[in-house]
């Protein structure tokens, strides 16, 4: 309860100080593009969606940080639906990819490498298989 009443505190205080610089018509589309930018980006969340999976499949994150990256990118969006400057700066700073991975490696103690060079490892692997041909001994021939 306590940090809901902090919240709604720093949200009053800021949207009165930037809608006053701002002005009130400004305050207004502010509001409507961002609920916009919001719905465009839950709308579109299937090229997020496949982007992380691309890096849980070169092993750049694991399953714990798949999901939070994805929780992220949903609560941001949500957020730049709500009205009010400061949810819009929070929505927008979880889009990035940048400051999501810092907050779910803040958690997470183990680092992964990641591995980007897929084709070149799967070469690697290919060095020790020898290509053979077997000939059935049952053929027949007319």
Same mark, same amino acid.
């Given at each position: 309860m306590i940090y809901f009443l902090i919240y709604l505190f720093l949200e009053v205080i800021i949207f009165v100080n930037i809608s006053s610089a701002?002005?009130?018509?400004?305050? #207004? #589309?502010?509001?409507?593009? %961002?609920? #916009?930018?919001?719905l465009i980006i839950l709308i579109n969340f299937k090229a997020t969606l496949t982007e992380n999976l691309r890096s849980v499949s070169y092993n750049? $994150?694991? *399953?714990?940080?798949?999901?939070s990256l994805n929780l992220f990118t949903i609560l941001g969006a949500i957020l730049l639906i *709500?009205?009010?400057? *400061?949810?819009?700066? $929070?929505?927008? *700073?979880?889009? #990035?990819?940048?400051f999501t991975t810092m907050l779910?490696?803040?958690?997470?103690?183990?680092?992964?490498?990641?591995?980007? /060079?897929?084709?070149?490892?799967?070469?690697? /692997?290919?060095i020790?298989?020898?290509?053979?041909?077997? $000939?059935?001994?049952?053929?027949? %021939? /007319?």
């Open positions: 701002i002005g009130g018509l400004a305050t #207004f #589309f502010e509001i409507i593009i %961002s609920a #916009f930018l919001g750049c $994150i694991d *399953l714990r940080q798949f999901q *709500l009205p009010g400057f *400061l949810t819009d700066i $929070i929505g927008i *700073l979880l889009q #990035f990819s940048v779910v490696n803040r958690y997470n103690i183990k680092s992964n490498k990641c591995n980007t /060079k897929y084709e070149k490892n799967n070469r690697e /692997k290919d020790d298989v020898i290509d053979v041909e077997i $000939i059935s001994d049952n053929s027949t %021939s /007319k």
